[in-house]
């Protein structure tokens, strides 16, 4: 008995002793835990909300901190969540003393130096999510030594450098995301993740070729490799992956054509997604076997052929954006039958036809865009069954007729787009949309007037309603509309006086009332608005004073040339104003009788004797010095029958330039003088006007920017000026300064042919204006020096020399607004697009795309 007795106390003391050496070493793996998490408090800068500063304190248990999971049976850290807390700082190094993690999510924060390399100590590590923060630096090599990690999330950071292929080795791994500066090309290697479910590298700067070893991702579920920089081919056998949910390739340099196959191996396809590339052939018919997929954009490519009939056969699609390429043919009526389609895009093709009435089968339709086609006819009746439509785009094609009555019953309507066309009236209905936002009719045939008692639209943020044939006054009622920020009603046959309830569109930033037939005075009470930035009242029939107060105080002579009767401040070129004493009858009475006639007598005399003086002057008086331009001092007489010999008949291939008033030739005289004639369209109210203003301006002035005049011909089928011929660059500085349109003179270009890309030089020449801050009319542009050359000498090194220097300006003590490859990528765009010859030029699509990557790169750096 007593034997048994002592072993069962020496029994019991064992298994004290070992439940003691137990809690010992938990005490001990719990220090560890501890200090690593007070470690990982230490290195946090800013807490805004207090989150760790109140909760993690060491009189409380640490599984109990906020953020912080731990295991049941050991009370080891095994998990850590703080994410969207605001916290900045940088990670511990002591992290990795978190033997027993498993998931480190601080997604959202603020979190700024390199990725610490102790990660690769976490052995037990499954999840690590990391993104939105401001990490930089490679991503550690030795993270792939985690060897249970499932998901790795680094996107929207700041790392820099390639890709480790070591990740490849991964055999759990399901989510890879990356977004950031990441270069180098996509590792091959990662074909042998066969777990891999979501592989994302989007938005980096990766390079090359897609391999097609990623084919061999037999689980894949969705492939993010949109923005980066990647070329060739799109490899056929990644359509063969049957698991495929969602292809994001947008923004590369992918080129060939889609596999005719595309689709009848992809049962789970939702998404495709490849704008912005320059994928080329038919689109492939097959893409109705996926009838799982909602969302196609195959939009700013260069697809040719028709749109696939076989579309209609999609019946769970809900978004197709098809626009910008080089589509053919007519809308197919099938579309009718896409039941759940959302949007339809299929802007700047080259489809022609009508709009199919089987449009109105497309019941929860919400967006319509057919812009930039050539499709005519009227618009069917059938669009009001789209109950459901919110904004409608068929600007610049080819219909005409009237507007459907029955538009007023689509309530749900924001945004309307119709300009570009021939439509000849507006119905009455339009009025009732009460949601609309914008409406632009610009440049069709719409004729009538406005209904004086317009309905008022108290959300109406924009309309134009400029180049059309519409009479009548503007309605008082305009001033109702409170949400007006832009009002266009320029290039019409308005009438009457300016509305003073004008001055209640608070809001308005731009409005533009010019060429049109308004008489009277601008109300003062204009000066209330107190956003406006650009005002057009030119080419009316405007009397009386110009205000001065408010926004009239930035607006220039621009504003107002053309009326009848302005008066104000000398600086807008226009008289000053008379007292304001008011005249009676007779006082007009004795002016028109008396006075006028008295002028009239003093003008004609002192003309004659003006004429006299300078005969005799000139046939007696030699050492006079000469007031005339031409530098042998001798004012010469040229005919009309001489400017035609010289100009060709003033042909097409002597057409330099286009302006507001006329057209400019060059011309060889015949004793072989290099001329240029401006010729005034006589038909354009204010043409006398120019003519007689640049006759007096030129015949006396000065100045090295301003070309000499050489005569002047009035003739009863014209009236030219003669100018001395220049230079292109000299020329160039002329027309930007002049009344002449500069962008006409680049359409033409110096040759006198034809380009449709002038457009795209006025876009270079703008870049090259906005970031270096200088116009070509600037004092530095002299001789054959224009500012195209200046910023082309100036590249690559010393671009930074003729760049803006607010641009590179440190903004709140950080980053710069921009850097020099930004600025570097602009500017060589900016001259890529005015290249000299049209066809060097950049084309529209070309644009966008490399805009589209510019906007990423600054994006990224900024960590946006």
Not at 349 to 357: A, E, F, K, T
Not at 501 to 529: C, F, H, T, W, Y
Request: aromatic share 6%.
């Amino acid at each position: 008995m007593f034997k048994e007795n002592v072993c069962k106390a020496s029994l019991t003391w064992v298994l004290v002793m070992q439940s003691c050496l137990v809690s010992l070493a938990i005490s001990s793996s719990n220090i560890t835990d501890q200090l690593a998490l007070l470690a990982f408090k230490s290195e946090i800068v800013y807490d805004p909300n207090s989150v760790l500063a109140g909760n993690w304190t060491e009189n409380t248990n640490f599984c109990d901190w906020y953020g912080v999971s731990c295991s049941l049976r050991r009370q080891r850290v095994t998990g850590l969540r703080l994410e969207s807390l605001g916290l900045q700082g940088t990670i511990s190094p002591h992290i990795g003393n978190l033997s027993f993690l498993v998931e480190l999510n601080l997604r959202n924060n603020s979190f700024h130096g390199p990725l610490t390399p102790e990660i690769s100590r976490l052995r037990r590590l499954e999840i690590l999510r990391l993104p939105i923060n401001m990490l930089e630096g490679n991503i550690p090599l030795g993270i792939h030594q985690c060897r249970k990690l499932r998901v790795i999330s680094l996107g929207t950071n700041r790392f820099t450098g390639v890709i480790p292929h070591e990740l490849s080795s991964l055999p759990l791994l399901r989510l890879l995301v990356q977004i950031n500066n990441l270069t180098g090309t996509i590792p091959p290697s990662f074909g042998n993740i066969s777990s891999l479910q979501i592989l994302s590298m989007a938005f980096n700067n990766l390079s090359g070729s897609i391999p097609t070893e990623l084919a061999q991702l037999s689980n894949l579920q969705e492939l993010y490799l949109n923005k980066n920089h990647l070329s060739g081919l799109i490899p056929p056998e990644l359509f063969n992956i049957s698991s495929l949910q969602e292809i994001w390739l947008t923004s590369n340099y992918l080129s060939g054509n889609l596999p005719p196959t595309t689709g009848l191996s992809l049962p789970n396809l939702d998404t495709l997604v490849l704008q912005a590339n320059q994928l080329s052939g038919n689109i492939p018919s097959h893409l109705s076997n996926s009838s799982k997929l909602t969302i196609l954009v195959l939009a700013m490519n260069n697809f040719t052929g028709e749109v696939p009939k076989s579309l209609g056969q999609l019946k769970s699609i809900s978004t197709i954006v098809l626009a910008i390429n080089q589509l053919t043919g007519q809308i197919p009526q099938e579309i009718g039958f896409m039941k759940n389609l959302n949007q339809l895009d299929l802007r700047f093709n080259d489809l022609n036809g009508v709009i199919p009435s089987t449009i109105g089968g497309m019941t929860t339709l919400q967006r319509l865009y057919l812009d930039g086609n050539t499709i005519e006819g009227t618009i069917p009746n059938e669009i009001c069954l789209l109950r459901n439509l919110g904004e409608i785009g068929l600007h610049d094609n080819k219909l005409y007729g009237s507007v459907p009555n029955c538009i007023g019953n689509l309530s749900s309507l924001q945004r309307i787009r119709l300009s570009s066309n021939a439509f000849r009236s507006i119905p009455s209905t339009l009025w009732n949309l009460e949601n609309l936002l914008s409406l632009n009719l610009e440049s069709n045939s719409i004729s009538g007037s406005l209904d004086p008692n317009l309905r008022v639209l108290k959300v109406l943020g924009s309309m134009d309603l400029s180049g059309n044939q519409i009479l009548g006054n503007i309605p008082s009622t305009i001033g109702a509309f409170e949400s007006l920020t832009y009002l266009n009603l320029s290039g019409n046959s308005f009438s009457g006086p300016i509305p003073e309830s004008m001055s209640d569109l608070v809001q308005l930033n731009i409005l533009d009332l010019s060429r049109n037939n308004l008489s009277g005075a601008i109300p003062k009470s204009l000066n209330e608005i107190s956003h406006l930035e650009y005002l057009n009242m030119s080419f009316n029939k405007l009397t009386g004073e110009i205000p001065s107060g408010g926004p009239f105080e930035n607006f220039t002579a621009q504003s107002f040339m053309g009326n009848e009767a302005l008066c104000g401040n000398a600086t807008l070129q226009v008289p000053p104003c008379t007292s304001h004493t008011s005249k009676n009858s007779r006082t007009k009475d004795i002016v028109l009788k008396y006075l006028l006639p008295a002028a009239f007598a003093f003008v004609v005399i002192s003309v004659s004797i003006f004429f006299i003086l300078t005969r005799y002057q000139r046939t007696h008086v030699s050492s006079l010095e000469s007031v005339d331009l031409l530098p042998t001092g001798e004012y010469r007489r040229i005919s009309y029958h001489e400017l035609r010999l010289a100009t060709n008949e003033f042909c097409e291939a002597n057409l330099v330039g286009v302006g507001s008033f006329g057209s400019v030739y060059k011309g060889i005289l015949s004793d072989g003088t290099n001329v240029a004639v401006k010729v005034l369209n006589l038909q354009l109210e204010g043409a006398y006007k120019s003519f007689d203003s640049e006759c007096n301006v030129l015949r006396t002035a000065r100045h090295r920017n301003l070309v000499k005049i050489i005569s002047t011909c009035s003739h009863h089928e014209l009236r030219a000026l003669v100018l001395q011929y220049m230079s292109n660059g000299s020329l160039e500085k002329w027309l930007y300064s002049s009344d002449i349109s500069f962008d006409l003179f680049q359409r033409y270009g110096y040759e006198g042919k034809v380009s449709r890309k002038g457009d795209m030089y006025s876009f270079g020449i703008m870049l090259l204006e906005t970031f270096t801050k200088k116009k070509p009319t600037d004092d530095i542009f002299t001789g054959e020096l224009s500012l195209r050359q200046w910023v082309s000498s100036s590249l690559p090194h010393r671009i930074m020399e003729v760049a803006d220097k607010g641009l590179t300006r440190k903004e709140d003590g950080e980053d710069m607004i921009t850097t020099k490859g930004t600025i570097l990528a602009l500017m060589e765009l900016g001259l890529e697009c005015s290249k000299g010859l049209p066809e060097e030029r950049s084309n529209i699509k070309e644009v966008v795309i490399k805009l589209s990557n510019i906007r990423s790169q600054l994006i990224c750096n900024r960590g946006g």
